[in-house]
């Protein structure tokens, strides 16, 4: 059982900038994938951006150029920098890692772009 604990969202303006982060209970090592999902009401949950070991990312069309996930080894810490953000960003933005084919989720973290 991975355990994951996220922080970060919030509130912002359109056009401002957050940060998650999600730390996992185990060495990124031992996990094939690291990634951010997010749910907006009454739509299913979406990819955001994922990095796998060998740091490859990934990202949805609608975030390229404005988000950027990073990984922090020592910290098993995975990171989802945030950058002109949109009301269309708002979301429950849920981490996620993958061990041995198994996906393991956080509790998710609100994230809302309003003026």
């Known amino acids: 059982q991975v355990q994951l604990v996220e922080s970060g969202g919030g509130l912002v303006q359109p056009g401002g900038s957050l940060r998650l982060s999600c730390a996992a209970s185990?060495?990124?090592?031992?996990?094939?994938?690291m990634g951010w999902y997010r749910q907006a009401p009454g739509k299913e949950r979406e990819l955001v951006a994922t990095?796998?070991?060998?740091?490859?990312?990934r990202y949805a069309d609608s975030v390229k150029g404005r988000f950027t996930i990073f990984r922090e080894d020592a910290k098993n810490t995975v990171y989802l920098q945030m950058n002109s953000l949109k009301p269309e960003d708002t979301a429950v933005y849920y981490c996620?890692?993958?061990?041995?084919?198994?996906?393991?989720w956080g509790q998710g973290t609100q994230v809302t772009v309003s003026s």
């Open positions: 185990e060495s990124v090592y031992s996990l094939e994938m």
């Open positions: 996620t890692v993958r061990r041995e084919s198994y996906d393991y």
């Open positions: 990095i796998g070991v060998g740091y490859n990312r």
